[in-house]
């Protein structure tokens, strides 16, 4: 499976962002989809997962509360929506995907993903 991830740019302190990404795959609700972002000088972070339809979703503690993933199955899409952007919010996000658990429980503590998509840079400016 290929992952694009899009809608990176730059931002002011405190706007929304939301970003897709788009799934080149035949079969999309096989996979789970997770947010990950790597600001300057730091380790690359886990935002959040969701499951297969949806209808659960993990958040890391750092980013809970102004945050939001989505997808929609119908477009191979998933979507990550931060609101009251900070200037630490500064980095490359990625997503990624991943199909070879049917537990996701394993995936909220595991992080184990097997497809990465190329980033995309989101910079918050104030």
């Known amino acids: 499976v290929q992952l694009q991830a899009s809608g990176g740019g730059y931002v002011q302190v405190g706007d929304s962002l939301r970003l897709a990404c788009k799934a080149s795959?035949?079969?999309?609700?096989?996979?789970?989809v997770s947010w990950f972002r790597q600001s300057p000088g730091k380790e690359r972070e886990f935002i959040g997962i969701?499951?297969?339809?949806?209808?659960?979703?993990y958040y890391a503690d750092s980013v809970k509360g102004r945050t939001t993933i989505s997808r929609d199955n119908t477009k191979n899409t998933a979507y990550l929506q931060i609101n009251a952007m900070k200037p630490e919010d500064t980095g490359v996000y990625y997503c990624a995907a991943d199909s070879r658990h049917s537990n996701f429980e394993y995936y909220s503590k595991n992080y184990d993903m097997g497809h990465w998509g190329k980033g995309t840079l989101v910079t918050v400016s104030s």
């Open positions: 969701i499951s297969w339809s949806g209808s659960s979703k």
């Open positions: 795959v035949r079969t999309f609700t096989e996979y789970v």
